[in-house]
């Protein structure tokens, strides 16, 4: 059974920092790109990151570069998003999810108006909150 198990949201005044979680199971690690994505209250889902374990490439969002930093801990199957200099427009729900697609999933990171559905796994979501 597939399952990604995402971790480490809460409540962070602007500037701050926050990390998530994200740690797979039932399928191989280096096989797919995994990475975030976010959906703020009235808003749609958007593309975050995405990382692919085997080779290290990452993807991010125009709107987190140069503050968001995707990594990998293979021995643990686990996903990192190390999120700093946190501003009140990155509250959201953050989910991880797993594609075996790296062109997809940085497709759907990367283009705004790229479609967020047709990835293969989800995670359920953790909440980031940045007070301002």
């Known amino acids: 059974e597939v399952q990604l198990q995402a971790s480490g949201g809460g409540l962070v005044q602007a500037g701050g920092s926050l990390r998530l979680s994200c740690t797979v199971s039932?399928?191989?690690?280096?096989?797919?790109?995994i990475g975030w994505l976010r959906q703020a209250p009235g808003k749609e889902r958007e593309g975050v990151s995405c990382?692919?374990?085997?080779?290290?490439?990452?993807y991010y969002a125009d709107s987190v570069k140069g503050r968001f930093t995707i990594s990998t801990d293979n021995a643990k199957n686990t996903v990192y998003l190390q999120m700093n200099n946190l501003k009140p427009e990155d509250t959201g729900v953050y989910y991880c999810?797993?594609?075996?697609?790296?062109?997809?999933?940085?497709?759907?990171?990367?283009?705004?108006?790229?479609?967020?559905?047709?990835?293969?796994?989800w995670g359920k979501g953790t909440l980031v909150t940045v007070s301002s």
């Open positions: 990382i692919k374990a085997s080779d290290g490439r990452t």
């Open positions: 039932g399928f191989s690690f280096g096989d797919y790109a």
């Open positions: 999810a797993a594609d075996a697609s790296t062109a997809y999933f940085a497709e759907v990171v990367t283009n705004p108006e790229a479609g967020t559905t047709g990835l293969d796994a």
